[in-house]
């Protein structure tokens, strides 16, 4: 089972809709969670950065941890076409000296 | 822009050959982690150094190695490059030594293509 499992997708929604991008993770030391949207040729860049469970909103973007199920979300509302994109998320190595560890992304599209 | 600057942008070489890449972190970063990004496999840590020391290693294979200079900037050698090899290398930079404590913030990568 690998450490953090992503949908690929592609997921494909309509402008304005409420957007659910979701991975799991199976280390229950995982403390630290990260959100980071990849557009195509270019580096990722951090949305969202948590610490432990809870919900954490920034703008339109909501990020939600339940380390009781090993799940995390990231919410968008009010999708644009400019949020197309790759999402990845990512957790710390806990307590390990390993970096980060990623998904695999879920790409995403928002159709005008 | 996060701040990170990894030149150059492209490199194209042949099997065999052996190419250097280049990273300066944000400013006041001490880590700087390098990433490899293919299609099939996503992004896989190779190795993290912290203020001009190594500290974390992940699957960084024995033909390639780094090191960080005095201005913390870091370099990524790769040798006796493969088909395999190609795909997109980036590297992040952090304010703390274990990954997570702080966030990592990404340059834009070098795509490098081995033919």
């Known amino acids: 089972q690998k450490e953090v499992e992503q949908d690929p997708g592609p997921l494909s929604v309509p402008e304005g809709a409420i957007v659910s991008l979701n991975c799991t993770y199976s280390?229950?030391?995982?403390?630290?969670f990260m959100w980071y949207r990849q557009y195509s040729r270019k580096g990722p860049e951090l949305l969202m950065y948590t610490y432990s469970s809870g919900n954490k909103e920034d703008g339109r973007f909501t990020a939600q941890v339940d380390k009781s199920s090993k799940y995390i979300s990231l919410f968008i509302r009010d999708s644009q076409p400019s949020d197309s994109a790759t999402y990845l998320c990512?957790?710390?190595?806990?307590?390990?000296?390993?970096?980060?560890?990623f998904g695999k992304g879920t790409h995403l599209i928002i159709q005008p | 822009d996060s701040g990170v600057t990894q030149t150059p942008k492209h490199l194209i070489t042949a099997t065999g050959q052996r190419v250097t890449l280049r990273c300066s972190p944000r400013s006041g970063d001490l880590s700087v982690y390098w990433y490899q990004q293919s299609l099939d496999q996503g992004l896989q840590f190779l190795i993290q150094y912290y203020n001009g020391e190594e500290r974390a290693k992940g699957n960084i294979l024995e033909r390639f190695s780094a090191q960080q200079f005095p201005d913390l900037h870091s370099e990524l050698n790769l040798s006796s490059l493969e088909l395999g090899d190609s795909a997109l290398y980036f590297c992040?930079?952090?304010?703390?030594?274990?990954?997570?404590?702080?966030?990592?913030?990404f340059g834009n990568g070098t795509r490098l293509t081995v033919t």
């Open positions: 280390n229950s030391a995982f403390q630290y």
């Open positions: 990512a957790t710390d190595s806990g307590g390990g000296a390993d970096g980060l560890t």
């Open positions: 992040a930079s952090s304010a703390t030594p274990r990954a997570g404590d702080s966030p990592l913030h």
